[in-house]
């Protein structure tokens, strides 16, 4: 079965409907919110010797991650030895890792700016083959500005060829490139239609943004029914952000003491800083030492307003604006047509 058969026939799965979350027909939570193949737990931390085994074995994919594992840990000299054979196995992402290395003063290269045009030659030209990570990796390059100017046109060619290969998180990064006003303008419904399907697709931080075109009414009528059910779906993927969404939903816009503290809790328990300030004040009144406890973890991370609360000679810094965006052209260029989008099957 081929990527966009499997993603079309995700739209046709049942939408699983959590406890605390309100009844809707079936109908439409298909539509709106796709089943995914299962949850998705937040993912653990590289295991070194099974990368180092497949590696070993012949996978590239797995020497890049050892590689970027070992740089992430500053074991430089590990991360250089599995650049350079990831490199000789024709592979220019190894190029770039080295380059990197060489731009920290991690490593010393005799011409590292002629290692990284090296290394983006041969992934172009995979990427020009039709490789879906070979394109993800170019669009990312045009995103970030890392290698090459930032380009969101160019960013979203690659990512339209990624799609087209098979790659769901492209999906995503059209989605976000549509919904920021990254190409050209905002477009609210050419967004959700990405977000739609890379969600479809298991990719729980697309089934937030689902649920937040929802929630807000951006490219469709609001439903907060609708949003709730794939809120949900997102947070049981193990999305912190739709966790702590959740906890807002159930204190704001549909009152529900015990669920708002629930999902408060699960997002806490995973490290996010609102969901530790909310903690504190929700039980401010009701139970001070857990409040204290969470404001203190809110202050820890930096939390602003827990800062205030806890410290009222504290001011924070004014925050600064970001540039304005230069003016885009009215009309886009002509360029790779639209990846095949799958749409909402009726059984």
Not at 273 to 290: C, F, I, K, R, S
Not at 293 to 315: G, M, Q, W
Request: charged letters at 20%; proline letters at 8%.
């Amino acid at each position: 079965m081929n990527t966009r058969h499997l993603i079309a026939a995700l739209f046709l799965a049942p939408c699983l409907v959590f406890a605390g979350s309100p009844s809707v027909n079936a109908q439409e939570a298909r539509d709106v919110c796709p089943a995914v193949p299962s949850a998705h737990p937040p993912a653990a931390a590289p295991d070194l010797a099974a990368l180092k085994e497949e590696a070993q074995d012949g996978s590239i994919g797995s020497a890049i991650s050892l590689a970027n594992e070992y740089a992430r840990l500053k074991n430089f000299p590990e991360a250089e030895k599995w650049y350079r054979l990831v490199l000789y196995k024709g592979d220019g992402k190894g190029a770039l890792g080295l380059y990197e290395l060489s731009k920290k003063g991690a490593i010393k290269l005799d011409d590292a700016e002629g290692v990284k045009r090296y290394g983006l030659g041969l992934i172009e030209a995979d990427a020009s083959k039709g490789n879906g990570g070979s394109a993800m990796t170019m669009a990312e390059l045009y995103l970030t500005g890392q290698s090459y100017a930032t380009d969101y046109d160019k960013a979203r060619e690659w990512f339209i060829i990624a799609a087209q290969a098979g790659k769901p998180a492209a999906f995503y990064e059209l989605g976000l490139l549509h919904s920021n006003g990254l190409y050209h303008e905002i477009a609210p419904v050419q967004a959700l239609r990405y977000f739609k399907a890379a969600a479809a697709a298991g990719i729980a931080p697309a089934t937030r943004q689902v649920a937040i075109a929802y929630h807000m009414g951006s490219g469709v009528a609001k439903d907060l029914d609708q949003a709730i059910i794939c809120y949900t779906r997102s947070a049981e993927q193990g999305d912190v952000m739709a966790m702590r969404d959740l906890g807002n939903i159930y204190r704001i816009d549909r009152p529900n003491a015990g669920l708002s503290e629930s999902w408060y809790k699960r997002a806490a328990a995973l490290g996010d800083v609102d969901a530790h300030y909310a903690l504190g004040m929700l039980y401010e009144n009701t139970n001070p030492p857990a409040s204290q406890n969470h404001l203190a973890e809110a202050v820890k991370l930096k939390h602003h307003l827990a800062r205030v609360k806890s410290d009222p000679s504290y001011v924070p810094a004014p925050e600064v604006k970001a540039p304005p965006k230069t003016a885009a052209p009215s009309v886009p260029p002509a360029s790779t047509p639209e990846p095949a989008q799958p749409e909402p099957l009726k059984p």
